[in-house]
């Protein structure tokens, strides 16, 4: 199993950042401004020897890519950035890296695939990047990069600007596969034609394939990826009761491990471990603490965790992080720790290799938290936000009087799943005077003014599936495809996000 660590390369000056947070922004600006909020509160934090580096040097990936090897884990994983229209951006350091073929640090890349936009723009599901330098950005531009996925055309943009990295003798494979991750792979709304279309790109160009891993707990996304994991510790953060430090939500280390590895997941799901968390340089009073962290505890619970994620079968799991400075997540040695947590990490890995036997040995740990009844709820709460944030959108294209159907006009369509979404869609198709040849339910008992099949049924030829059962659209396209593959299938939630 391989062990990466999710990597930050915000450390460096781009135009963007100059203009949306001020003059000479990196990350290393709000690490600087990290202030004591009460007592016993370890900030600001600073990088041993006072290396605040710059990731356009070559030299600070030549030391990066030492420490990896003293470590012992397999690499890091870059967030990577790409936007509407191929938009990119703190793409420098990677393409520095793949240009530096003699430093010798194995990567692959997590795609965080969100929109950037300004804290106070009360748009959902945005990127936030600070709020300690809003005052200092011109106001009026709420969104600051647009995240869309577009279409095949876009996609394969996307693929051949990754190609020459998935090729270089670095980048890291599982099965003779580069690892690629999705950092929201919810938020993708054609996410299954997307995954599709790079695997076939990838063989035509003399790839193996590409091994797809989500930060997600929608075990449904599995008929398409070939892996999942969970981001800690912002999940079992959401579990507990925060206690209150004058004013900020803090939260106990040790008792955090223990909720993680309590937790029972799914096969091919691993757990994200973390050395810590405090995002009060970026988010002042308003941040999240994690409290008493320490490398003994972090080293006990790595060792555990890796056995348990080997246990579910995963083939990569990952560590929040190797230098995420703002948000108190980093490996990297610091002015009071040294490098003790590298070395935990270090122990770790050893123990978890010799003790490798013993993976069926592992039980959970007693939890005071009822984990599958808070799972069970997320689920609940997950699916609604999912169709709310369609329906909102779809209302707003109403308001506009915008045709959604407009890109079916000519084709034969069918409609599968005739819940909520699958009948709002009938009526708009009818509205602007298009009709479905027929509709895919698994119940054909149901009342509908059209046929009703099953999709073992025989069907009439259609040029294409519009997919209304959203929430579970990755299962439905493999189903679907596994009995009818020269059909095109697309998710409702594409037309209307990406409209």
């Known amino acids: 199993m391989k062990v990466l660590a999710l990597y930050l390369p915000q450390f460096h000056r781009i135009p963007e950042n100059d203009e949306w947070w001020g003059e000479g922004f990196t990350e290393w600006t709000a690490v600087k401004k990290g202030t004591s909020l009460f007592a016993g509160h370890f900030q600001p934090r600073i990088p041993q020897n006072g290396d605040y580096y ?14 990896v090897k003293r470590t012992g884990i397999d690499g890091v994983c870059i967030y990577h950035y790409w936007f509407k229209d191929g938009r990119k951006i703190l793409e420098k350091p990677a393409e520095l890296l793949l240009k530096w073929e003699d430093v010798q640090l194995p990567f692959c890349f997590s ?22 330098f809003n005052n200092k950005a011109p106001k009026g531009q709420d969104v600051l990069l647009e995240q869309k996925y577009g279409n095949y055309n876009d996609w394969k943009e996307h693929f051949m600007y990754l190609l020459p990295f998935f090729k270089d003798k ?79 939500k803090c939260y106990d280390y040790s008792t955090l491990w223990d909720d993680l590895l309590s937790r029972e997941i799914g096969k091919k799901v691993s757990v994200c471990g973390f050395v810590g968390y405090d995002d009060t340089p970026r988010r002042g009073k308003t941040g999240l603490v994690v409290t008493d962290a320490s490398p003994d505890i972090f080293e006990e619970g790595m060792t555990k965790l890796i056995l348990r994620n080997k246990k579910n079968e995963c ?139 099953s999709i073992d049924d025989d069907w009439p030829e259609v040029d294409v599936l519009v997919v209304t059962a959203t929430y579970d659209y990755s299962k439905v396209f493999t189903d679907v495809l596994s009995k009818k593959n020269a059909i095109e299938i697309i998710s409702l939630e594409r037309i209307i996000m990406e409209y």
């Not at 710059?54 to 420490?67: H, N, R, S």
């Not at 808070?374 to 999912?386: M, Q």
């Not at 009948?423 to 479905?436: N, R, V």
């Open 170 to 248: 670095r980048y890291i494979t599982i099965d003779g596969k580069p690892v690629f991750a999705f950092y929201r792979p919810d938020d993708i709304p054609d996410l299954a034609n997307m995954v599709k279309c790079w695997r076939e790109l990838a063989v035509q160009n003399d790839l193996n394939g590409i091994y797809f891993i989500g930060n997600s707990t929608r075990l449904v996304l599995l008929n398409v990826l070939d892996e999942l994991f969970i981001s800690e510790p912002i999940d079992v953060m959401r579990r507990r009761v925060p206690e209150n430090k004058e004013g900020v």
């Open 54 to 67: 710059d990731l356009t040097k070559k030299d600070t990936f030549v030391k990066q890519a030492d420490q």
């Open 315 to 453: 083939k990569a799991m990952f560590i929040n992080a190797w230098n995420e400075w703002g948000e108190g997540m980093f490996l990297e040695p610091d002015m009071f720790y040294g490098d003790q947590f590298l070395n935990s990490l270090r122990k770790s890995i050893a123990k978890s290799s010799e003790n490798n036997d013993e993976v069926s040995e592992i039980k959970s740990l007693e939890s005071s938290i009822d984990h599958t009844l808070y799972d069970a709820t997320c689920d609940r709460y997950d699916r609604e936000r999912h169709i709310n944030r369609i329906m909102d959108r779809w209302l707003c294209l109403k308001e506009r009087n915008e045709n959604i159907c407009s890109s079916l006009s000519g084709k034969r369509v069918a409609i599968y799943g005739y819940g909520l979404l699958g009948k709002h869609f009938l009526s708009e198709m009818e509205k602007h005077d298009m009709k479905p040849l027929f509709v895919v339910d698994r119940n054909t008992d149901i009342y509908c003014r059209y046929p009703v099949l």
């Open 111 to 132: 795609w965080a695939n969100e929109t950037w936009a300004r804290t106070w723009s009360n748009l959902s599901n945005r990127n936030v990047w600070t709020s300690e």
